[in-house]
């Protein structure tokens, strides 16, 4: 519509594609180039310059600011006419820049944005793109995924017929692949996407001036650069610069010759004299390993979008850097598909305007009102409808739609209006006028409505909003995924866990990918709340890319409700990096063989060598070392399992004494042995102590199995009939592998039953549990009362307290298979 516009905000070069007439259309300068650096430069206290003008700073001091959408999510600031600022405002000025280019080529105020994202980035980065563009002046904002916008515009001069499309976008700092379906009812799908956020063009130009440096060091110019010194980084810039302007020539032309005399010194104050030939296999052999990177990302995402190149309709390359023909060469090997440049620089911009041109409706003021009309400005039908929304409530008023001898007139009561049925002449463009009359007959609003009738015009439908990474909740055992990458919003998550403690606060936390980004708290809970009861957890995620949580203890309803703000990510310096890596290789050192997880080294070794880089870039490694942190996450949920025993030592006394007393009183009703009894639970009492002072968990365990015998044997006698059928199965099983393993080891045993079919007996257990314990408990009584087997406290003649009427025995039983002997 005349007041939207589609804007693809890159890291390098932005693009801004206006709707005109329902049609998208480029702008471009008066040097008719489409693309704007994402370059930004003050002077101090000068004018804000964006662009080709800010880029021609580069190399300079003070140097203009470069890659800022890299910055986006991060607490990082950049230096601007002496200030510092956040990577939003400046975002914000590259948006205000392209606003104003745009308003002046459509002659009107813009406002409406679609703005387009890599499919990588994370909610913060979305949220603050979101925010950059209103601070720009933009009133309605629809944030957009590149490759999406990329398939939109690819997709609707592309025929009718369904089809599957990969995108390999690889611009100046990001590497975005996706696989996108469009459906036979015109819907895009995204099947799979991937890539990586810090590999791009620059870094090429990286590995391209890093070698000119190299040439440099080797003809004894003094040029060992510390780039974190600014007037030095300047100087490796002007190298990168070199690089750039030779990486594109190559593109074009096999070998090129860089000179570049004399226009800046070495650090001992002799000018430099540049002069190199560059070939591509020189080229080639220095981004190789990017390169190869960018097609093994390309073959991983198609693998997990299950299409296989075979069924693929189209290759579509978008990006810059895809006019490298090595590039669309190695793409061509690895997937046997011929691949298509589409306006590589523009076509992202141009899906971004295509989505406006669907999202939004039009505004037009007039006299002391406003309305926005919303219809498709072009259609494959032949009748159509225009919708209108006022800016306030009106009674008594007119809306009236003209068209050459055509006249339709509505009563206008309310705020809304709708023209239905309007017929279209077919394959031309059908101009309306329409009018507001207020009650007394007065014009107060007019607008012209050109709709085109072309019947191949598609309107394709897109995902607003996409998960970029999936998000997980953090419980005792590592990190659990609730949404995987992928998931369209708004969506929703329910999920029960557990509490872990009594410590009266309940604290979900939540991850985004690896890096959490909040947590859900509940601080009002009641303290005697069993360890283990279930609290849950709602999780919405909206299609603004904001969160909103709410936690409940099912079983009190206590609740908590949180609106997330998700934090900027800290951007740690190579100091801060280097500390934290050692700290988390020695917590790895000391939680050996608990980390299984192959990731660990790699990515270890990938944050060292990112380091080593000229250039490292700190956001990608905060981010990794924010990753390795949490692939120890799983290692440490099973040590803290090892450290922690449960229940406590006092309260296993506790129960011991129980015990003991419970024996006592058995003893004076019955004739159970309570001097047999007593020193098993003295003995499990020292065991108790030691195995807790040494904190060792399986120990603990053994302790808790046989503590659960002890109790049973002491517990008042109760009828087995009564007991619940899980019950009974559960000791009918235990008493049947009792005599099981007794039958094995003991040849004694195996002559008295012989004859007796366990296996029947095990099938018993399953089908009759109560009659299968009462025959288990028989044989157990031939056992016992031929001295076979010895039962603590049961003694050895025939009234040993094992009875039918004594279960209690059987669990203290299943207590000692577990532990193996009392
Ligand atoms: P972004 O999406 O990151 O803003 P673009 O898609 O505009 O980036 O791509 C910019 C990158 O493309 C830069 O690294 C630039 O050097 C590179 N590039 C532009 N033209 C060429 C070319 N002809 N050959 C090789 N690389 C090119
Ligand atoms: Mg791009």
Redesign the pocket.
């Given at each position: 519509m005349a007041n939207s516009c589609g804007i693809d905000l890159?890291?390098?070069?932005s693009c801004i594609v206006i709707v005109a007439e329902g049609e998208p259309k480029v702008v471009r300068d008066k040097y008719k180039r489409a693309?704007v650096p994402?370059v930004i430069f003050q002077s101090g206290g000068g004018d804000v310059v964006v662009g080709h003008a800010a880029k021609s700073r580069l190399g300079q001091m003070p140097p203009p600011v470069i890659t800022v959408k890299r910055k986006m999510g991060t607490d990082e600031q950049v230096q601007l006419g002496g200030k510092l600022h956040s990577a939003v405002e400046v975002s914000a000025m590259i948006l205000r820049h392209l606003k104003r280019m745009g308003e002046e080529e459509a002659q009107t105020t813009l406002e409406n944005l679609v703005v387009t994202v890599p499919a990588y980035f994370n909610f913060k980065q979305k949220q603050d793109t979101e925010t950059a563009a209103r601070q720009a002046g933009f009133e309605e904002v629809v944030v957009l995924q590149e490759p999406v916008a990329a398939a939109l515009a690819y997709c609707v001069n592309a025929g009718d017929e369904p089809m599957t499309v990969l995108a390999y976008d690889l611009?100046?700092?990001?590497f975005d692949v996706t696989v996108l379906e469009r459906t036979a009812d015109n819907e895009i799908n995204v099947l799979a996407f991937g890539g990586d956020p810090w590999l791009?063009?620059?870094d090429f130009?990286t590995q391209l001036a890093e070698y000119l440096r190299r040439r440099l060091k080797a003809k004894n110019y003094a040029v060992d650069w510390d780039l974190t010194k600014p007037e030095q980084y300047a100087k490796f810039q002007r190298l990168k610069e070199q690089a750039?302007d030779a990486?594109?020539k190559l593109?074009n032309v096999p070998e090129v010759s860089i000179n570049f005399p004399q226009v800046f010194c070495d650090e001992e104050g002799v000018l430099i004299d540049l002069e190199e030939i560059i070939t591509r296999e020189l080229f080639y052999g220095l981004v190789e390993e990017k390169l190869n990177r960018s097609i093994e990302l390309t073959q991983e995402t198609l693998a997990k979008s299950g299409v296989s190149a075979q069924q693929l309709t189209k290759l579509i390359m978008v990006?810059?850097?895809s006019?490298?023909p090595m590039i669309q060469d190695r793409l061509r090997q690895a997937l046997g598909v011929e691949p298509e440049l589409v306006d590589?620089?523009t076509i992202v911009a141009m899906g971004a305007a295509i989505k406006a041109a669907a999202s939004f409706g039009r505004k037009v003021d007039g006299n002391g009102i406003s309305v926005v009309l919303d219809y498709q400005s072009k259609s494959s039908r032949t009748k159509t409808s225009i919708n209108g929304r006022l800016s306030q409530k009106v009674q008594g008023w007119t809306a009236m739609l003209v068209q050459g001898d055509y006249e339709s007139t509505l009563p206008l009561n309310g705020d809304r209006f709708r023209f239905d049925g309007i017929l279209l002449s077919e394959g031309k463009l059908n101009e309306f006028a329409l009018t507001l009359e207020d009650g007394d007959g007065e014009e107060r609003l007019f607008a012209d409505v050109s709709i085109t009738q072309d019947n191949d015009a598609t309107m394709l439908r897109s995902p607003d909003a996409l998960i970029a990474k999936p998000i997980a909740v953090r419980t005792v055992s590592g990190l659990e995924v609730v949404i995987d990458a992928g998931a369209r919003l708004p969506t929703r998550v329910n999920r029960i866990f557990h509490t872990e403690d009594q410590s009266g606060e309940i604290v979900v936390p939540i991850y985004e990918g690896s890096v959490p980004i909040a947590e859900v708290k509940l601080t009002d809970v009641p303290k005697n709340l069993t360890t283990g009861s279930e609290v849950e957890v709602d999780l919405i995620f909206n299609k603004d890319y904001s969160v909103k949580a709410r936690a409940r203890v099912l079983s009190t309803g206590h609740e908590a409700h949180a609106q997330f703000e998700i934090p900027l990510i800290t951007v740690l310096t190579a100091d801060q990096v280097k500390t934290k890596l050692k700290a988390i290789e020695a917590r790895r050192e000391q939680l050996a063989t608990l980390v299984d997880d192959p990731s660990f080294d790699s990515l270890r070794r990938m944050i060292w060598a990112e380091l080593d880089e000229p250039e490292p870039k700190m956001a990608k490694v905060t981010e990794d070392i924010n990753e390795l942190e949490s692939l120890l996450l799983p290692a440490e949920a099973k040590a803290a399992e090892r450290q922690a025993l449960r229940p406590s030592l006092s309260e296993v006394e506790r129960r011991l004494d129980e015990a003991d007393k419970n024996a006592r009183q058995k003893a004076e009703k019955s004739t159970f042995d309570l001097d047999e009894f007593l020193p098993h639970t003295a003995k499990l009492r020292n065991k108790a102590q030691d195995c807790w002072e040494r904190r060792d968990a399986s120990g603990w365990r053994e302790v808790l199995s046989i503590l659960a015998g002890l109790e049973s044997l002491a517990a008042p006698s109760r009828d087995i009939n009564q007991m619940p059928e899980s019950e009974a199965r559960d000791m009918a099983m235990a008493l049947v592998f009792f005599i099981e393993s007794e039958v094995m080891s003991k040849p004694a045993a195996r002559e008295l039953l012989a004859g007796i079919d366990l296996d029947k007996l095990k099938f018993a257990a399953v089908i009759e549990p109560h009659k299968a314990v009462g025959t288990g408990i028989q044989l157990l009584r031939m056992l016992v009362t031929k001295g076979i087997t010895e039962i603590p406290g049961a003694g050895k003649s025939q009234d040993t307290g094992i009875s039918e009427e004594t279960p209690g025995n059987m669990a203290m039983l299943k207590g000692l298979l577990r532990s193996g002997r009392g």
């Amino acid at each position: 519509m005349a007041n939207s516009c589609g804007i693809d905000l890159g890291t390098t070069n932005s693009c801004i594609v206006i709707v005109a007439e329902g049609e998208p259309k480029v702008v471009r300068d008066k040097y008719k180039r489409a693309t704007v650096p994402s370059v930004i430069f003050q002077s101090g206290g000068g004018d804000v310059v964006v662009g080709h003008a800010a880029k021609s700073r580069l190399g300079q001091m003070p140097p203009p600011v470069i890659t800022v959408k890299r910055k986006m999510g991060t607490d990082e600031q950049v230096q601007l006419g002496g200030k510092l600022h956040s990577a939003v405002e400046v975002s914000a000025m590259i948006l205000r820049h392209l606003k104003r280019m745009g308003e002046e080529e459509a002659q009107t105020t813009l406002e409406n944005l679609v703005v387009t994202v890599p499919a990588y980035f994370n909610f913060k980065q979305k949220q603050d793109t979101e925010t950059a563009a209103r601070q720009a002046g933009f009133e309605e904002v629809v944030v957009l995924q590149e490759p999406v916008a990329a398939a939109l515009a690819y997709c609707v001069n592309a025929g009718d017929e369904p089809m599957t499309v990969l995108a390999y976008d690889l611009g100046g700092g990001t590497f975005d692949v996706t696989v996108l379906e469009r459906t036979a009812d015109n819907e895009i799908n995204v099947l799979a996407f991937g890539g990586d956020p810090w590999l791009g063009g620059d870094d090429f130009d990286t590995q391209l001036a890093e070698y000119l440096r190299r040439r440099l060091k080797a003809k004894n110019y003094a040029v060992d650069w510390d780039l974190t010194k600014p007037e030095q980084y300047a100087k490796f810039q002007r190298l990168k610069e070199q690089a750039e302007d030779a990486k594109k020539k190559l593109s074009n032309v096999p070998e090129v010759s860089i000179n570049f005399p004399q226009v800046f010194c070495d650090e001992e104050g002799v000018l430099i004299d540049l002069e190199e030939i560059i070939t591509r296999e020189l080229f080639y052999g220095l981004v190789e390993e990017k390169l190869n990177r960018s097609i093994e990302l390309t073959q991983e995402t198609l693998a997990k979008s299950g299409v296989s190149a075979q069924q693929l309709t189209k290759l579509i390359m978008v990006g810059g850097s895809s006019y490298i023909p090595m590039i669309q060469d190695r793409l061509r090997q690895a997937l046997g598909v011929e691949p298509e440049l589409v306006d590589p620089e523009t076509i992202v911009a141009m899906g971004a305007a295509i989505k406006a041109a669907a999202s939004f409706g039009r505004k037009v003021d007039g006299n002391g009102i406003s309305v926005v009309l919303d219809y498709q400005s072009k259609s494959s039908r032949t009748k159509t409808s225009i919708n209108g929304r006022l800016s306030q409530k009106v009674q008594g008023w007119t809306a009236m739609l003209v068209q050459g001898d055509y006249e339709s007139t509505l009563p206008l009561n309310g705020d809304r209006f709708r023209f239905d049925g309007i017929l279209l002449s077919e394959g031309k463009l059908n101009e309306f006028a329409l009018t507001l009359e207020d009650g007394d007959g007065e014009e107060r609003l007019f607008a012209d409505v050109s709709i085109t009738q072309d019947n191949d015009a598609t309107m394709l439908r897109s995902p607003d909003a996409l998960i970029a990474k999936p998000i997980a909740v953090r419980t005792v055992s590592g990190l659990e995924v609730v949404i995987d990458a992928g998931a369209r919003l708004p969506t929703r998550v329910n999920r029960i866990f557990h509490t872990e403690d009594q410590s009266g606060e309940i604290v979900v936390p939540i991850y985004e990918g690896s890096v959490p980004i909040a947590e859900v708290k509940l601080t009002d809970v009641p303290k005697n709340l069993t360890t283990g009861s279930e609290v849950e957890v709602d999780l919405i995620f909206n299609k603004d890319y904001s969160v909103k949580a709410r936690a409940r203890v099912l079983s009190t309803g206590h609740e908590a409700h949180a609106q997330f703000e998700i934090p900027l990510i800290t951007v740690l310096t190579a100091d801060q990096v280097k500390t934290k890596l050692k700290a988390i290789e020695a917590r790895r050192e000391q939680l050996a063989t608990l980390v299984d997880d192959p990731s660990f080294d790699s990515l270890r070794r990938m944050i060292w060598a990112e380091l080593d880089e000229p250039e490292p870039k700190m956001a990608k490694v905060t981010e990794d070392i924010n990753e390795l942190e949490s692939l120890l996450l799983p290692a440490e949920a099973k040590a803290a399992e090892r450290q922690a025993l449960r229940p406590s030592l006092s309260e296993v006394e506790r129960r011991l004494d129980e015990a003991d007393k419970n024996a006592r009183q058995k003893a004076e009703k019955s004739t159970f042995d309570l001097d047999e009894f007593l020193p098993h639970t003295a003995k499990l009492r020292n065991k108790a102590q030691d195995c807790w002072e040494r904190r060792d968990a399986s120990g603990w365990r053994e302790v808790l199995s046989i503590l659960a015998g002890l109790e049973s044997l002491a517990a008042p006698s109760r009828d087995i009939n009564q007991m619940p059928e899980s019950e009974a199965r559960d000791m009918a099983m235990a008493l049947v592998f009792f005599i099981e393993s007794e039958v094995m080891s003991k040849p004694a045993a195996r002559e008295l039953l012989a004859g007796i079919d366990l296996d029947k007996l095990k099938f018993a257990a399953v089908i009759e549990p109560h009659k299968a314990v009462g025959t288990g408990i028989q044989l157990l009584r031939m056992l016992v009362t031929k001295g076979i087997t010895e039962i603590p406290g049961a003694g050895k003649s025939q009234d040993t307290g094992i009875s039918e009427e004594t279960p209690g025995n059987m669990a203290m039983l299943k207590g000692l298979l577990r532990s193996g002997r009392g």
